[in-house]
């Protein structure tokens, strides 16, 4: 094959789309991998009972109507009818739910969680795992990021400031030619970009034109995704760490004492990530094959 020709896979992308609630404005989230397998495994028992997702009513509580019946994911039944689930329903289960914990997690005794305790843990993962938190607020509909600034549980001022500045920095950095058809230079960077974001333990989540920011200290990297081949090669940093931490308290190194401490933390969160991905299978939701072809990108290289 020439060297500018380049084969391409089809890649499906799940995307969430949330109907007009916050400033009216409807939604569209990318989902994650764990989001797209529950959403997958609910609509696959639907298909299993009716052969397909049944229609059924909602009650709306704010306006005190009944909605017009369509395919809700999440239904029961009362009095022999199914129904959409209610906002008061999810309360209840997320209820029962925390005190099944009690025994085992006693801290869930003084805690009362409600559905929208969901939103302000969304927003906390988002904005801890490195998204800037003007994104943040557009995937929760928040038209001022002070409002999702309120939503975050634990963030640094300091870092919270600097994603404030984000957009203003990156439009300053713009050229006002950004938006021109790119050349083949630029095609073949941006697409080598995505090369270099695989790495020995997985892949890189950084933006396109952003470097490594850790210094390829990939386990530490929150945008690090591990990939599931490569847990048992965890398993034996894992334990070069010990050995390196046992070292260190031998000889008395109480700085390297903290370093390792913080990479072992980080080795066994991905690790816990990697094993969720692999518990994860494949569920056949009947979409559509579409037939393999190869695109072709014909310029010159150099």
């Known amino acids: 094959m020439p060297p500018w020709r380049r084969s391409w896979r089809r890649v499906v992308v799940a995307l969430l789309v949330v109907s007009p609630s916050k400033s009216d404005r409807e939604r569209v989230i990318p989902m994650s991998a764990e989001l797209f397998h529950v959403i997958a ?12 997702v049944p229609v059924c009513p909602r009650y709306d509580q704010s306006e005190r109507i009944w909605c017009e019946p369509l395919p809700y994911l999440f239904q029961r039944v009362q009095s022999g009818t199914p129904r959409a689930l209610s906002t008061s329903g999810v309360r209840q289960i997320v209820l029962s739910a925390a005190k099944a914990l009690i025994p085992t997690h006693p801290e869930f005794a003084e805690i009362r969680f409600a559905p929208h305790d969901f939103r302000r843990l969304f927003a906390t ?17 928040h038209l001022d990021v002070q409002t999702t600034r309120g939503y975050v549980a634990v963030f640094d001022e300091d870092v919270i400031a600097h994603y404030t500045e984000f957009p203003d920095r990156r439009r300053a950095m713009r050229p006002p030619t950004e938006y021109r058809k790119p050349t083949g230079e630029e095609w073949s960077d941006f697409q080598e970009h995505f090369d270099k974001r695989k790495v020995e333990l997985g892949s890189c989540g950084r933006p396109y034109g952003t470097p490594c920011a850790h210094e390829h200290a990939c386990i530490r990297c929150p945008m690090l ?25 031998d000889e008395g190194w109480r700085g390297e004492i903290e370093g390792v401490d913080l990479t ?16 994860m299978g494949r569920v056949d939701l009947d979409m559509p094959t579409l037939p393999q072809q190869q695109v072709s990108s014909e310029r010159p290289t150099g």
């Open 41 to 52: 495994q609910i609509i696959s028992r639907h298909r299993e009972e009716h052969g397909t």
């Open 125 to 141: 993962d988002l904005v801890n795992n490195g998204l800037p938190i003007h994104i943040g607020a557009a995937l929760l509909g």
């Open 225 to 249: 995704s591990v990939s599931p081949k490569m847990l048992p090669h965890l398993d034996e940093l894992e334990a070069d760490l010990l050995a390196r931490r046992q070292r260190a308290i």
């Open 264 to 279: 072992l933390r980080f080795l066994r969160s991905k690790r816990a990530q990697g094993h969720r991905t692999a518990r």
